[in-house]
């Protein structure tokens, strides 16, 4: 059970003014249950991603996050990481002169040990990726690459699919994965997720827009706007925002 | 007025330059102007421009002596733990400055590499010498180890030698007590030969010599040398290294400097691209983890002939206080058209103690040429960390990660895996 209690965080901008963003978030995600959250611009839909992966950049003024029934907040990113979150990055990060395959390697293997397994030799974790590459439609020349370096906006988010097949972590979220993607990116996107999906994994899914949720089905939508998770519904909530907007959730509350 | 130059003890106390037998008489009178040279201009000082950045008062009161250490028993085990693993490349030792035969594998030499100790190359061919040693400049420690340098090791490569045997020249200090030692190498490649060298520099004991080498490199038409240097003196010790290179026509020279060693490091390297399409790559990486650690690179080519090419690439990582200098000078003759030219250094901070200074100096007086130049220095990419992390990346190990990577650019030119490893291994 992942479990976000009253959450409030805020950030301090470069001229050190703190601005709030998350305002008293709650969401409660079973494990099996596929959550989306949509929103407009600014709503803070990527902070909540980010804030569960354990970014430092922002300031948690109150509430609580529990996962397994332990306190995720006071964990790292590396110990977050070990117990299963993985978070798909909007932007993910171009590292020169680290090599893919290396990384990733040393990504399963940190892992490994967490769950006292053996560490994969280079043969083994080889053809491990080799399989992966294939379902999320990589080239294996992007092994020998630096980790994103150079990829197009496209084979970044192909990258990060690919870590989540090999790590197999058991939350997932996806931060506007799909942004930015072909029709064929997006359905390998939701063939990959879909895969995944099992009684003990809990994914969350942060989009704009209702086309990736066309691809994977989830059993909850919630609206986030200003901070607050304003409404939520099943799949078809998804389908209304698609046709009316965010707008008329915003006055359903005020009114 | 009369100037009163700095002197430094030790020098004070080396009261004659060390002749060595018969040398010949032109080698004697130049001995004898470098000397006086020491003598007249002291040690070189933070007003010069050369030096702004270097301080040499930590020398002043050292009480170095003139290396005596001659034995070599027990040394044959450290010698096979630094040997380079899984290589065939043939060894070649100097201990304390003077080339020992006796514990290289000379026997391994194959006809077309001719090797012997400075002292025989003299006494067999001085003018040969004569001719080398034109090219040295006049700064204060190239005329030190001039004044004072009694052996070091002589290598030629016979012209269309395709050389498949690396060529390991260790040189180790011994000495217990805190000594000068001034070894003089010379490299001569033949015409349309190849070569790879790795000079590597190792010590048995943690004292404070300072270890002062110049090495002269000739390569003629069409002979290309890879040198890689691996610089990992102890910790307490001064390493100041001078190279001179001669680059005749079409004829390439790669360095690639990695430098973890010594409290104090400095190389000047003095490039002269003096024949048409010579080119010339010098790179080098550095970790300083030490409190006052200080590495320097002083770097100048000079094109002197057209379509030559040339390539500075210097990147280092800095801890605690330590502090890195690099000065990159490129000068292009008015006659060197079609020059290509590059030059960066790039600089990561681990702590806001450190600090890194870089320099070019850029003079042009041809028409036709392409020169570029860039300098960073910054930290640590957080977001790059983070990401690392958020794959259950330890934070430790993800600086190393991150660390490496940046490394990488330099590293990668070694393309010989064994080579690559020794290298690597100082990190």
Same mark, same amino acid.
């Given at each position: 059970m992942l479990s976000i209690k009253n959450l409030h965080v805020s950030i301090q901008d470069e001229k050190l003014i703190t601005k709030s963003i998350l305002r008293g978030v709650n969401l409660d995600i079973k494990p099996g249950e596929v959550h989306a959250i949509m929103g407009p611009n600014g709503s803070g839909k990527s902070t909540l991603a980010n804030v569960l992966a354990g970014r430092?950049?922002?300031?948690?003024n109150e509430g609580a996050v529990s996962f397994d029934h332990e306190d995720?907040?006071?964990?790292s990113p590396e110990e977050r990481a070990a117990k299963g979150l993985f978070l798909a990055f909007q932007y993910p990060t171009e590292i020169p002169g680290v090599n893919n395959m290396y990384f990733l390697r040393t990504a399963l293997n940190a892992l490994r040990k967490q769950k006292n397994l053996p560490p994969l030799d280079a043969a083994d974790f080889l053809s491990l990726a080799k399989a992966k590459m294939k379902e999320v439609g990589l &080239? %294996? !020349?992007?092994?020998?690459?630096?980790?994103?370096?150079?990829?197009?906006g496209g084979e970044k988010k192909r990258n990060e699919v690919l870590q989540m097949m090999i790590l197999e972590p058991s939350f997932i979220i996806l &931060? %506007? !994965?799909?942004?930015?993607?072909?029709i064929d990116s997006l359905q390998m996107v939701g063939r990959c997720v879909n895969s995944l999906r099992g009684a003990n994994r809990r994914i969350l899914i942060v989009t704009h827009y209702q086309r990736l949720l066309d691809y994977i089905q989830p059993d909850v939508v919630h609206v986030m706007a200003n901070g607050k998770i304003l409404k939520s519904g099943d799949k078809n909530l998804a389908h209304e925002l698609e046709v009316k907007g965010y707008g008329w959730i915003e006055s359903e509350i005020t009114s | 007025m009369m100037t009163i130059h700095a002197r430094p003890l030790w020098l004070r106390d080396i009261t004659e330059i060390n002749v060595?037998?018969?040398?010949p008489d032109w080698l004697l009178k130049s001995k004898l102007r470098s000397w006086d040279y020491l003598i007249k201009s002291g040690m070189p000082t933070r007003k010069q421009e050369r030096f702004?950045?270097?301080?040499?008062?930590?020398?002043?009161?050292k009480q170095y002596s003139l290396s005596q250490q001659k034995?070599?028993?027990?040394?044959s085990d450290f010698i096979s733990k630094c040997r380079i693993k899984h290589s065939n490349a043939i060894c070649l030792v100097i201990v304390n400055g003077v080339f020992q035969p006796a514990l290289?594998?000379?026997?391994?030499?194959?006809?077309a590499i001719k090797v012997m100790t400075l002292a025989d190359a003299l006494a067999q061919d001085p003018e040969l010498l004569q001719q080398q040693f034109?090219?040295?400049?006049?700064t204060y420690f190239a005329e030190l180890n001039h004044a004072l340098f009694i052996d070091g090791l002589f290598l030629q490569v016979a012209d269309l030698y395709q050389s498949e045997q690396p060529i390991h020249v260790l040189s180790i200090i011994t000495e217990q007590n805190d000594c000068l030692i001034s070894p003089r190498h010379v490299f001569m490649i033949g015409k349309h030969a190849n070569v790879t060298i790795l000079e590597d520099y190792e010590a048995l004991h943690a004292n404070s010599y300072l270890h002062n080498v110049v090495t002269h490199w000739e390569l003629q038409e069409g002979a290309v040398a890879q040198c890689y240097k691996r610089q990992h003196e102890n910790t307490q010790a001064s390493h100041y290294a001078h190279s001179f290179l001669d680059l005749r026509e079409s004829s390439q020279f790669e360095l690639v400097n990695m430098t973890t060693g010594g409290i104090f490091s400095r190389d000047d390297v003095l490039a002269r691209l003096?024949?048409?399409s010579a080119s010339c790559s010098l790179s080098g990486f550095y970790t300083l983890k030490q409190a006052s650690q200080y590495v320097d690179h002083h770097i100048e080519i000079i094109?002197?002939?057209?379509n030559t090419n040339s390539e500075m690439m210097y990147k280092g990582i800095l801890d605690h206080s330590s502090r890195a200098v690099f000065n990159g000078r490129l000068h292009v003759d008015q006659?060197?058209?079609r020059v290509n030219a590059y030059q960066a250094n790039h600089h990561l901070l681990l702590s806001s103690e450190a600090e890194a200074y870089s320099k070019p100096e850029l003079e042009i007086y041809a028409d036709d040429v392409k020169c570029k130049h860039g300098a960073t220095t910054g930290q640590l990419d957080e977001n790059a960390l983070f990401y690392l992390q958020s794959r259950g990346i330890e934070k430790k190990q993800a600086k190393e990660i991150l660390m490496q990577g940046f490394a990488e650019e330099i590293l990668k030119?070694?393309?010989?895996p064994s080579l690559l490893a020794h290298m690597q291994e100082i990190l």
């Amino acid at each position: 059970m992942l479990s976000i209690k009253n959450l409030h965080v805020s950030i301090q901008d470069e001229k050190l003014i703190t601005k709030s963003i998350l305002r008293g978030v709650n969401l409660d995600i079973k494990p099996g249950e596929v959550h989306a959250i949509m929103g407009p611009n600014g709503s803070g839909k990527s902070t909540l991603a980010n804030v569960l992966a354990g970014r430092e950049d922002y300031q948690i003024n109150e509430g609580a996050v529990s996962f397994d029934h332990e306190d995720l907040l006071s964990l790292s990113p590396e110990e977050r990481a070990a117990k299963g979150l993985f978070l798909a990055f909007q932007y993910p990060t171009e590292i020169p002169g680290v090599n893919n395959m290396y990384f990733l390697r040393t990504a399963l293997n940190a892992l490994r040990k967490q769950k006292n397994l053996p560490p994969l030799d280079a043969a083994d974790f080889l053809s491990l990726a080799k399989a992966k590459m294939k379902e999320v439609g990589l &080239d %294996e !020349t992007f092994l020998s690459r630096g980790v994103n370096e150079g990829f197009s906006g496209g084979e970044k988010k192909r990258n990060e699919v690919l870590q989540m097949m090999i790590l197999e972590p058991s939350f997932i979220i996806l &931060d %506007e !994965t799909d942004s930015g993607l072909d029709i064929d990116s997006l359905q390998m996107v939701g063939r990959c997720v879909n895969s995944l999906r099992g009684a003990n994994r809990r994914i969350l899914i942060v989009t704009h827009y209702q086309r990736l949720l066309d691809y994977i089905q989830p059993d909850v939508v919630h609206v986030m706007a200003n901070g607050k998770i304003l409404k939520s519904g099943d799949k078809n909530l998804a389908h209304e925002l698609e046709v009316k907007g965010y707008g008329w959730i915003e006055s359903e509350i005020t009114s | 007025m009369m100037t009163i130059h700095a002197r430094p003890l030790w020098l004070r106390d080396i009261t004659e330059i060390n002749v060595n037998a018969a040398i010949p008489d032109w080698l004697l009178k130049s001995k004898l102007r470098s000397w006086d040279y020491l003598i007249k201009s002291g040690m070189p000082t933070r007003k010069q421009e050369r030096f702004k950045y270097t301080d040499f008062s930590f020398l002043m009161n050292k009480q170095y002596s003139l290396s005596q250490q001659k034995d070599l028993t027990k040394l044959s085990d450290f010698i096979s733990k630094c040997r380079i693993k899984h290589s065939n490349a043939i060894c070649l030792v100097i201990v304390n400055g003077v080339f020992q035969p006796a514990l290289s594998d000379v026997a391994q030499l194959p006809d077309a590499i001719k090797v012997m100790t400075l002292a025989d190359a003299l006494a067999q061919d001085p003018e040969l010498l004569q001719q080398q040693f034109v090219n040295a400049a006049p700064t204060y420690f190239a005329e030190l180890n001039h004044a004072l340098f009694i052996d070091g090791l002589f290598l030629q490569v016979a012209d269309l030698y395709q050389s498949e045997q690396p060529i390991h020249v260790l040189s180790i200090i011994t000495e217990q007590n805190d000594c000068l030692i001034s070894p003089r190498h010379v490299f001569m490649i033949g015409k349309h030969a190849n070569v790879t060298i790795l000079e590597d520099y190792e010590a048995l004991h943690a004292n404070s010599y300072l270890h002062n080498v110049v090495t002269h490199w000739e390569l003629q038409e069409g002979a290309v040398a890879q040198c890689y240097k691996r610089q990992h003196e102890n910790t307490q010790a001064s390493h100041y290294a001078h190279s001179f290179l001669d680059l005749r026509e079409s004829s390439q020279f790669e360095l690639v400097n990695m430098t973890t060693g010594g409290i104090f490091s400095r190389d000047d390297v003095l490039a002269r691209l003096r024949g048409v399409s010579a080119s010339c790559s010098l790179s080098g990486f550095y970790t300083l983890k030490q409190a006052s650690q200080y590495v320097d690179h002083h770097i100048e080519i000079i094109h002197q002939a057209k379509n030559t090419n040339s390539e500075m690439m210097y990147k280092g990582i800095l801890d605690h206080s330590s502090r890195a200098v690099f000065n990159g000078r490129l000068h292009v003759d008015q006659d060197a058209q079609r020059v290509n030219a590059y030059q960066a250094n790039h600089h990561l901070l681990l702590s806001s103690e450190a600090e890194a200074y870089s320099k070019p100096e850029l003079e042009i007086y041809a028409d036709d040429v392409k020169c570029k130049h860039g300098a960073t220095t910054g930290q640590l990419d957080e977001n790059a960390l983070f990401y690392l992390q958020s794959r259950g990346i330890e934070k430790k190990q993800a600086k190393e990660i991150l660390m490496q990577g940046f490394a990488e650019e330099i590293l990668k030119r070694i393309s010989n895996p064994s080579l690559l490893a020794h290298m690597q291994e100082i990190l």
